[in-house]
C-alpha cells in the first residue's frame, strides 16, 4: 500500500531556530510536495521537487527551503523560524507524467508550533 | 490561470440523508478534477478523479462526483451519509499538461457534519 511518512506529528519549537521536516515515500514516485494547511485558507504549496536534487518554488517558498538527496526522502527547511510559520505542514509524492492525471498521496502531518 | 471555489464552507446533513458538497472551477485548459478527503488529524485521502473520460467518476466509500463543463462543476454527492463520512472534504483542479509537477489548485475545503 501507498506510504508517506512525516517523521513528526507535532513539533514544538522557538522564534528563530533553524527546523527540519522529513518526509519519506516508498512508492518511487518521482514527485515531491510539500504544503501548509491553514485554516480558512486551505492548501497552499510551498516547493515541489520531481528528481532528486531538483526543486520549484511552490506559491508560499518565502522563509523555507528543501532538499532532495535521495528520491526518496524530501526535507522541508525553516532556515529560521517564526511565528507566523506556525501550521500544519503536509507532504504529498506522485507519480510522473505530472499532476494532471497523477493523484498526490499524502503523509498525516506535521503539526509545528513556534513560540 | 485556474481556480476552485467550494461554496459552502460548512455542510450539516443527518444520518441517513444525501450529501451535496458543491465545486466550481475555472481553467484555461481541459483540466483534471479530484477530490480529496480529510479526517481529524490526518493527511489527505483520494475520493476520486476525473481526467476527460467518463463524466460520472465513481470514488470509495459509495462517493461520486459529475464533471458539468457547461456548468464548470464538479460537485461530490453521496446517497446515504454515515457518521464516519464526518470530514473536510477539498476539491482540487489541474491543468491536463501531461508533464511538471505543478498546478494543482486547492479548494478552501468543506467540513461535513453528520448529526445523528
Known amino acids: 500500500d501507498v506510504k508517506v511518512t512525516q517523521s513528526s506529528r507535532y513539533l514544538v519549537k522557538r522564534t528563530g531556530e533553524k527546523v527540519f521536516l522529513e518526509c519519506v515515500q516508498d512508492?518511487?514516485?518521482?514527485?515531491m510536495f510539500w504544503y501548509r494547511q491553514d485554516p480558512g485558507l486551505g492548501l497552499r504549496l510551498i516547493y515541489f521537487s520531481y528528481d532528486v536534487k531538483m526543486k520549484e518554488k511552490g506559491d508560499i517558498p518565502e522563509g523555507y527551503s528543501v532538499s532532495r538527496e535521495k528520491k526518496e526522502r524530501f526535507s522541508l527547511i525553516l532556515e529560521s523560524a517564526s511565528t507566523n510559520q506556525t501550521s500544519m505542514y503536509l507532504c504529498?509524492?506522485?507519480?510522473?507524467?505530472?499532476?494532471?492525471?497523477?493523484?498526490?498521496?499524502f503523509g498525516d502531518g506535521t503539526r509545528l508550533s513556534i513560540l | 490561470a485556474q481556480s476552485v471555489t467550494q461554496l459552502d464552507s460548512h455542510v450539516s446533513v443527518s444520518e441517513g440523508t444525501p450529501v451535496l458538497l458543491r465545486c466550481n472551477y475555472s481553467?484555461?485548459?481541459?483540466?483534471?478534477l479530484f477530490w480529496y478527503v480529510q479526517h481529524p488529524n490526518k493527511g489527505l485521502q483520494l475520493l476520486l478523479k476525473y481526467t476527460s473520460a467518463a463524466t460520472l467518476v465513481k470514488g470509495i466509500n459509495g462517493f461520486e462526483a459529475e464533471f458539468k463543463k457547461s456548468e464548470t462543476s464538479f460537485h461530490l454527492t453521496k446517497p446515504s451519509a454515515h457518521m464516519s463520512d464526518a470530514a473536510e472534504y477539498f476539491c482540487?483542479?489541474?491543468?491536463?499538461?501531461?508533464?511538471?509537477?505543478?498546478?494543482?489548485?486547492f479548494g478552501k475545503g468543506t467540513h461535513l457534519i453528520i448529526q445523528p
Open positions: 504529498a509524492s506522485s507519480l510522473e507524467p505530472g499532476a494532471g492525471n497523477q493523484p498526490q498521496h
Open positions: 482540487v483542479v489541474s491543468p491536463y499538461s501531461g508533464g511538471g509537477a505543478d498546478g494543482l489548485t
Open positions: 481553467s484555461s485548459y481541459s483540466p483534471s
Open positions: 512508492m518511487d514516485h518521482e514527485n
